[in-house]
Nanobody
Framework: QVQLEESGGGVVQAGGSLRLSCAAA????????IHWIRQASGQEREFVAA????????WYEDSVKGRFTITRDNTKNIAYLQMNTLKPEDTAVYYC?????????????????WGQGTQVTVSS
């Protein structure tokens, strides 16, 4: 079973950028769709973006379209979430998660693996 580890979170001013990484040690990484899901304090989890296992198809939540870009490098077993023009409402813990096919679900049981999360804080 794949294990995921996020990194790259931090504190940034509104309008700034961050790049999150989601790394896996297993060679089966390239068989999974990678999803990014976020959870702000006191709020429900929210789907952010996803990328297919190999053909590069992507999906985004409407509020991040045009600002966030999800990519992956299967030769390095890593996926990225480039976040530009960040807004205070993007503040959340960001998780990456894996499953065999795309979903917008935010239930942990719908995924085979979740990372531990990385905090993103956008100050106004």
């Amino acid at each position: 079973q794949v294990q995921l580890e996020e990194s790259g979170g931090g504190v940034v001013q509104a309008g700034g950028s961050l790049r999150l990484s989601c790394a896996a040690a297993e060679p089966t990484f390239d068989t999974y769709f990678i999803h990014w899901i976020r959870q702000a304090s006191g709020q429900e989890r929210e789907f952010v973006a996803a990328i297919s296992s190999s053909d590069g198809a992507t999906w985004y939540e409407d509020s991040v379209k045009g600002r966030f870009t999800i990519t992956r490098d299967n030769t390095k077993n890593i996926a990225y979430l480039q976040m530009n023009t960040l807004k205070p409402e993007d503040t959340a813990v960001y998780y990456c998660a894996a499953r065999r096919y795309f979903t917008r679900s935010t239930r942990t049981t719908d995924y085979v693996a979740w990372g531990q999360g990385t905090q993103v804080t956008v100050s106004s």
